[in-house]
């Protein structure tokens, strides 16, 4: 396909779990994880309270990254949509950036991590 429209998604939300790093059969790391995303949005002028789950997968250097957090982490993530799969068309993000949040109950400092493109 020739067609390159936007497809980007910027979420804050809480590792819910995470999943063994793991590797393809070429050896590239592959780290997945469930975010969970509670917010208030503004729709139609009304506040709406908003929660999502999401399953999110990283690969190469940025798996590595993935793998260190821990279940509970808040994390500030930049990446786009797929399907799952050819048979699942359930969306998975693909990470491009992870960002620690300050505050976290696990101490970790605030770090920003991009893939090299």
Request: hydrophobic residues 40%; aromatic residues 2%.
């Amino acid at each position: 396909m020739t067609d390159e429209g936007i497809n980007q998604l910027h979420l804050d939300a809480r590792i819910a779990e995470l999943q063994p790093l793991r590797r393809t059969p070429a050896g590239v790391p592959i780290a997945a994880c469930g975010l969970a995303h509670e917010s208030k949005q503004l729709e139609a002028g009304l506040s709406r309270d908003v929660s999502v789950e999401l399953q999110a997968v990283a690969v190469g250097e940025l798996a590595s990254v993935l793998a260190s957090a821990s279940p509970g982490m808040r994390i500030r993530v930049a990446g786009f949509l797929a399907a799952k799969s050819l048979r699942s068309r359930s969306p998975v993000l693909h990470l491009s950036k992870i960002e620690f949040l300050e505050g976290n109950e696990n101490g970790f400092q605030q770090e920003v991590c991009k893939e090299k493109g």
